[in-house]
């Protein structure tokens, strides 16, 4: 197992990747135990675009050997509930006159993790039939979405099936502070403990 993988290429990541997931192993759920079966994919921040392009070779690649994902970027959720809420013209006019801090309100408020956001993915998954579920988007619903935050609304109703965060940053585990997620590297905040990383996963 190459605990270095996450900064190896690409291509070999990628490879690492359709592997694993492409595995009866990772699709059954075997041997987490009994913890969550959520991942979480770490890139740097740099590599937005190339990520964003493997992951859709991935769901392509994946969906020709049967296996089907679902594939939910937050952004375009967090768009969609807004225009459909009709909450989505004042935040285009409002963005210019408030404050960053009262936009960031506003967005948390009509986007609550909790009540809006978290019913909205269940919703998506209830209607698909899939096998494993990508999550995306992260970086740019930050900071008004809290990657943390979604994961922990979402461990009661995606317990059943795979779940892989594409995460801008770093996902860390030490004995003194736990695991973190650390959006773009640097924010230290955000603590989750129950998501492995997909790297560290042997396949």
């Known amino acids: 197992m190459n605990t270095d993988l996450g900064r190896a290429p690409v291509k070999e990541r990628y490879q690492h990747l359709l592997t694993l997931i492409g595995s009866e192993r990772f699709l059954k759920k075997q041997g987490l135990g009994n913890e969550v079966p ?11 675009v190339e990520m964003a392009r493997l992951r859709g070779q991935l769901v392509n690649k994946l969906a020709q050997t049967g296996i ?11 768009i969609k509930i807004l225009k459909k809420e009709g909450d ?7 963005e210019q006159s408030v404050s960053k801090e009262e936009l960031k309100e ?3 408020s009509m986007l609550d993790v909790e009540t809006v956001l978290t019913p909205a993915i269940e919703e998506i998954m209830d209607a698909s039939a899939f096998q494993v579920m990508f999550l995306s ?4 619903v930050f900071p ?3 990657s943390h935050n979604v994961l922990n609304n979402l461990q009661k109703t995606a317990k059943e099936k795979p779940t892989v965060m ?5 996902y860390t585990h030490s004995l003194e502070s736990g695991a973190s997620l650390e959006l773009f590297g640097r924010l230290h905040d955000d603590k989750y403990y129950r998501a492995f990383n997909i790297y560290h996963s042997e396949v």
Do not use: M, S, T
């Open 38 to 48: 959520f991942f979480v994919c770490p890139y740097k921040p740099e590599e937005a």
């Open 137 to 140: 988007g992260v970086g740019e």
């Open 166 to 170: 594409f995460f801008p940053g770093e």
């Open 106 to 108: 506003e967005l948390q």
């Open 68 to 78: 089907a994902i679902l594939d939910i970027n937050l952004y375009d959720l967090a």
């Open 144 to 146: 008004y979405i809290r």
């Open 88 to 94: 989505w013209e004042w935040c285009v006019e409002e």
